[in-house]
């Protein structure tokens, strides 16, 4: 499967690893947009949010199940989750990610 996350979990293409275990990966964005950026995906391809169904919707809860260690691990308590499903609304890599933002520059609120 041409994915580039795929790609990421099975380590075909190198990623800066915050937390890995059986099911789930996070990782620093190439790109940041604020002082702490990371992705938390699972490791099963779901492409997005629109996706998600009663079968793999554990995925999911798991990675808001971990999303509190993790952060902790980072070092932050106050951080936004942002999931962008459909190239509408911004979402360029199609598997399912959640962007973890924190620092000094999140004052512009979208909502
Ligand atoms: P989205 O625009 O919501 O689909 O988010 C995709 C994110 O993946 C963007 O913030 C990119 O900067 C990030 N990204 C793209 N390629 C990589 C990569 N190789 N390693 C880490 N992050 C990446
Ligand atoms: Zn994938």
Redesign the pocket.
């Known amino acids: 499967m041409d994915c ?2 795929c790609k ?1 979990i099975a380590g075909e ?4 690893k915050i937390y890995e275990d059986e099911k789930i990966l996070c ?7 604020a002082d702490v ?1 990371a ?1 938390v995906i699972p490791k099963e391809h779901i492409c997005c949010a629109n996706a998600v169904t009663k079968e793999n919707s554990a995925a999911v809860a798991y990675i808001f199940e971990k999303i509190p260690e993790i952060t902790k691990s980072m070092g932050i308590t106050d951080y936004r989750i ?3 499903c459909g190239e509408g ?6 598997h399912l ?1 959640f ?1 973890i933002l924190s620092g000094s520059n999140l004052n512009e609120k979208l909502v």
């Open positions: 580039l996350f990421i293409i190198p990623s800066n990782f620093k964005d190439i790109a940041p947009q950026h992705l942002i999931n962008n609304a911004g979402q360029t890599v199609k990610h962007h």
